[in-house]
């Protein structure tokens, strides 16, 4: 049977918004966050303290994570790549840090310009001052289903990197199909292997909708007892290393489906369809949710 309850984490405000070419306002970045706190989500990826020279879009991270509307007991996550964005994170409030690597040699090199073996001995400080200072710690597989530049990510590569980050004391493990490109039965195969490596209700699901696969995929994660999904509102999104990715799954989608099957979240989709309809709006182009849009239409 499947799940009763999932936790969607939603990505808009960071992995949707990066990618933008035009530069989004603090204050814009404010109010989605602020929407979607209203909307119930229990955890929210805010910001991404990187190079601000690799990823000029998430150079306002710290004054977004000043100016929002912080609801007890929501987490707000920020990406940290090494110590200097560990130190941004923690003078900022994240009440999470996540570390960010690759089952792809191939991905590592493009996104964070170091081999695999170096991103995880990066992560142990990370890791260690994320304890030490009591911030929950989450790892971020890329290529965990395929790589953009390597293709085929064979299932060992997957769990290695799945039992580095256990090692390293993570919270959960997001298993991340960057360029969208699994499909059900590739999606439980990699999700099982990793289930042998890490406990099932620390594992989420971390889907692009590049191939139109993401609902797909995550109903084949439910079968397996996946209980943690990400998505963005809207759809919004894209990794500027990974060539032709589109956006995460659309949170509304997500919702919909999961209020069909009868599986609760705790958020209201309502909220989330005018907080896509807003970000939208801001950027001048139609959101790419099929249920949003529907249901905006309504
Ligand atoms: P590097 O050039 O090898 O690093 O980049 P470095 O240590 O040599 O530093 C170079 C410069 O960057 C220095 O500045 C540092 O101070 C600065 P300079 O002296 O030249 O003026 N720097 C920083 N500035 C601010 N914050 C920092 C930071 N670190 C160094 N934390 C680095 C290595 C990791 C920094 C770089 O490659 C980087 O920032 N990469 C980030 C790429 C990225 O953000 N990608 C998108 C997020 S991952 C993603 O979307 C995938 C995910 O959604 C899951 C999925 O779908 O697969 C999570
Ligand atoms: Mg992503």
């Keep these: 049977s499947l799940p009763k309850q999932v936790k969607i984490v939603e990505v808009g405000p960071r992995d949707g918004l990066q990618n933008e070419k035009e530069t989004i ?3 814009v970045k404010t109010e989605l966050v602020n929407r979607l706190t209203s909307a119930g989500f229990a955890n929210i990826e ?4 990187v190079s601000p020279k690799w990823v000029p879009q998430m150079a306002t991270s710290k004054e977004v994570m000043a100016a929002i509307a912080r609801k007890p007991g929501t987490i707000y996550s920020a990406l940290t790549p090494n110590m200097q964005g560990f130190e941004a994170a923690l003078a900022a409030r994240a009440d999470e840090v996540v570390i960010f690597g690759s089952a ?7 996104n964070i ?3 695999i073996a170096e991103s995880i001995a990066r992560f142990v400080d990370v890791a260690k001052a994320a304890k030490d200072n009591g911030l929950r710690l989450r790892g971020s597989v890329s290529c965990a289903f395929g790589c953009p530049y390597q293709g085929e990510v064979p299932l060992d590569a997957v769990a290695d990197v799945v039992g580095r980050m256990r090692d390293l004391g993570c919270d959960e493990i997001d298993m991340a199909d960057t360029i969208g490109v699994a499909t059900p039965r590739k999606t439980q195969a990699v999700m099982e292997r990793a289930a042998g490596v890490f406990r099932l209700d620390g594992l989420s699901g971390h889907f692009h909708d ?7 995929n995550i109903y084949a994660s439910l079968e397996v007892g996946i209980a943690i999904y990400h998505s963005s509102v809207s759809g919004l999104g894209g990794c500027p290393y990974a060539k032709g990715a589109t956006g995460n799954v659309a949170t509304e989608d997500v919702l919909y489906m999961l209020n069909g099957l009868g599986i609760e979240t705790g958020i209201d989709l309502d909220i989330v369809v005018d907080a896509g309809q807003y970000i939208s709006s801001v950027l001048g182009r139609k959101g790419s949710s099929r249920a949003g849009n529907a249901l905006a239409a309504k």
């Design 113 to 115: 310009n170091c081999s």
């Design 25 to 27: 306002s603090a204050e």
């Design 104 to 110: 792809s040699e191939a991905f590592s090199q493009k």
């Design 46 to 49: 805010a910001a991404s303290f």
């Design 210 to 216: 590049t191939y139109g696969q993401a609902l797909a």
